[in-house]
């Protein structure tokens, strides 16, 4: 069993360049991750599974995670200069200031790979790739030449999550149809009003039938006024 | 089989695939070998499925065939998906439980067992002795119902319609009286919990298992007796849907397939987990890796289990079956993330858990040894005939809940 300094540390010598984080775990199960850069992630991929040492051969599990953004509400210690009257005349003096800052962290869609050896029988390691956001840049290079286990696994995560595995020999929608739209495990999935719900006194489904209930005649009121 | 003849190009139609120039491809040993269609005469394009007694549910594969030949295989999933997954960022942790039994409803307690196990790991939580031996028991039972009943699909798809299935019915049926006195039910048992077990069991209770134990031997060497020697099973499945073992490393295939095709590969043996390291069993397996072995490593499989349920029963512990600290109420892991997985008789069952501190998983992900295991259902079919298609479905052991979920 190797930790996962000793695994990052053999990926930054087999492969130049390549960025390598260590994500801690705070559960007690302590599998902590290794964040790898985009750009080198096909190369760390192949020197997992072919290096004597690792041979990380069987890839277990795909998954994606989504992480929507992030308000940060911070309080930062801030050194200001402040005019002051001392001893009647005025001068500039450093004070510090505590303010409360918000800013966004811009989500991102994450992929996640369980990697076990079956030669030297340890694991998982732990694969994390990140896309630069959550809308357009949503492109991570694809493991399936490597490990063929990602094939179904992968189109699984592209059609629920939308990331999009360049390199995926067969990238269609597996578990939606084909013409289906959106990506439903999002966070932020809105299910389409397409549907009549029973009119019974369960609060949830009550709620939705009569919201649905108003669109319809809402949208039968304007078809009218038109008519 | 709803039969539609297309031209051609509809079946064999190229998927768009990723820029081929940037990125590599799959290389040449581990993608589905290309076969071409002989003669001039046009391909016939099968939908067999999604409501055939073959597909074991709601489930089609696109078969281009060229004769008898298959030319060309794409499974087609997703017609019982209902987004189990998403259900989980809805619910609690232990609100969940009652749904992975529907995952692989043969196995209802072996999926029980692999949430279980992660969300432990996920909280740091100890399980008692007895609840490990009644989980051990529980799985084992499982497992023997499940190896027995696959055989049986497997051989009423070779044409025997019937007999074996109900043979492997008739032990089954025993097996799941005995999970419907423990848990009130007898497919959909909801038992385990994060740390131990609903209920205790009672000394009645294990006489009962114990007889039932007893008496399982003897329908498998009756079983054996009826099938292995067969003619008709042999020249069927010899040298049929033959899978390579580092092909089968390489596309995650785990379980009595993995087995079959020679890779020393079980969980219980690598990770030791629950108390499996204090029985004495053996891993089988095969040596072609075709379907007749992976009915032999069912078989073999359900020897050791029976192995490991006598050994289990001579020695239950007394003592409590759930940790009295484990937390029930208001259980919010710490932000963390657990991979937590056992050996389900499909393969390897696993589940991932993402907490952020809250009562509900902020990703719950199942990864499913029956899809997984399809991944290379093409290569194996590739250049055999439609009729064999539907034994080396057979052959991989599935159920459609768990592949869509």
Excluded at chain 1, 52 to 58: C, N, Q, R, T, W
Excluded at chain 2, 255 to 265: E, H
Excluded at chain 2, 367 to 382: A, F, G, H, K
Aim: a negative charge; aromatic letters at 8%.
């Amino acid at each position: 069993m190797k930790t996962v300094e000793e695994i990052k540390a053999a990926i930054e010598a087999a492969v130049p360049g390549a960025g390598v984080t260590i994500l801690p775990n705070g559960s007690p199960s302590a599998q902590h991750s290794l964040l790898l850069d985009t750009e080198h992630a096909f190369a760390v991929a192949k020197f997992l599974r072919d290096d004597p040492e690792l041979s990380l051969d069987f890839l277990s599990n795909v998954t994606g995670v989504d992480w929507l953004d992030k308000e940060v509400v911070e309080k930062v210690k801030v050194t200001k200069q402040v005019p002051k009257e001392v001893d009647g005349v005025q001068t500039m003096v450093d004070e510090t200031v505590e303010e409360t800052r918000k800013h966004v962290e811009p989500g991102y869609l994450e992929a996640v790979y369980h990697l076990f050896s079956m030669k030297k029988k340890y694991g998982p390691v732990v694969l994390r790739m990140r896309t630069k956001n959550r809308t357009d840049e949503v492109e991570l290079p694809s493991f399936t030449p490597v490990w063929r286990a990602g094939e179904y696994q992968e189109r699984e995560v592209f059609d629920l999550y939308g990331i999009v595995f360049k390199g995926h020999p067969d990238l269609r929608r597996i578990l939606m149809w084909d013409g289906f739209k959106d990506h439903p495990m999002r966070k932020d999935y809105v299910e389409p009003d397409d549907f009549e719900y029973e009119p019974t006194a369960h609060d949830k489904v009550l709620q939705r039938h009569k919201e649905h209930m108003a669109k319809i005649e809402a949208e039968q009121g304007t078809a009218g006024a038109t008519a | 089989m709803s039969e539609t003849a297309v031209k051609s190009g509809v079946a064999v139609e190229k998927a768009p695939a990723g820029s081929p120039d940037s990125q590599p491809q799959l290389e040449s040993w581990n993608r589905p070998p290309v076969i071409a269609p002989e003669g001039e005469g046009e391909l016939l394009e099968v939908s067999m499925g999604p409501h055939h007694p073959s597909t074991h549910g709601v489930f089609r594969m696109d078969v281009a065939l060229d004769g008898e030949k298959v030319i060309k295989l794409k499974p087609v999933f997703g017609y019982l998906h209902r987004n189990h997954e998403q259900i989980a960022e809805t619910a609690s942790y232990l609100a969940m439980m009652p749904y992975t039994d529907r995952l692989d409803y043969f196995c209802s307690l072996t999926n029980n067992w692999a949430y279980a196990l992660a969300v432990e790991k996920l909280v740091g939580q100890a399980v008692p002795e007895r609840a490990e031996y009644i989980r051990v028991i529980l799985a084992e039972l499982t497992r023997v119902q499940n190896h027995a009943s696959a055989i049986g699909f497997l051989i009423q798809e070779m044409g025997a319609s019937g007999t074996p299935l109900m043979y492997a019915f008739k032990m089954r049926e025993k097996i799941l009286d005995l999970f419907e006195s423990l848990t009130g039910s007898r497919m959909m048992c909801n038992y385990m919990r994060f740390g131990g077990c609903r209920v205790d069991v009672s000394e009645p209770w294990l006489a009962q298992a114990r007889k039932v134990v007893e008496g399982l031997p003897k329908f498998v060497d009756e079983y054996e007796a009826l099938l292995t020697g067969n003619e008709i099973l042999m020249a069927r499945t010899q040298g049929v849907g033959v899978l390579r073992p580092e092909l089968a490393v390489n596309a995650g295939i785990t379980g009595p397939m993995l087995r079959a095709s020679g890779v020393n590969y079980d969980i219980r043996k690598v990770d030791h987990y629950g108390i499996y390291d204090r029985f004495k069993f053996r891993v089988p397996l095969g040596d072609h890796g075709d379907i007749f072995d992976r009915y032999m490593v069912r078989v073999l499989e359900m020897r050791e289990s029976i192995g490991i349920l006598e050994q289990a029963l001579k020695e239950v512990p007394g003592g409590p079956v759930m940790d009295p600290k484990a937390k029930i109420r208001g259980f919010k892991p710490k932000p963390g993330e657990a991979y937590g997985r056992i050996e389900a008789p499909k393969g390897e069952l696993g589940f991932y858990l993402i907490s952020t501190g809250n009562p509900e998983p902020y990703r719950y992900r199942v990864r499913p040894p029956s899809l997984i295991n399809l991944t290379v259902l093409e290569d194996m079919c590739l250049g055999h005939n439609v009729a064999d298609v539907v034994l080396i479905f057979g052959s991989v052991d599935i159920v459609l809940g768990e592949v869509d979920r």
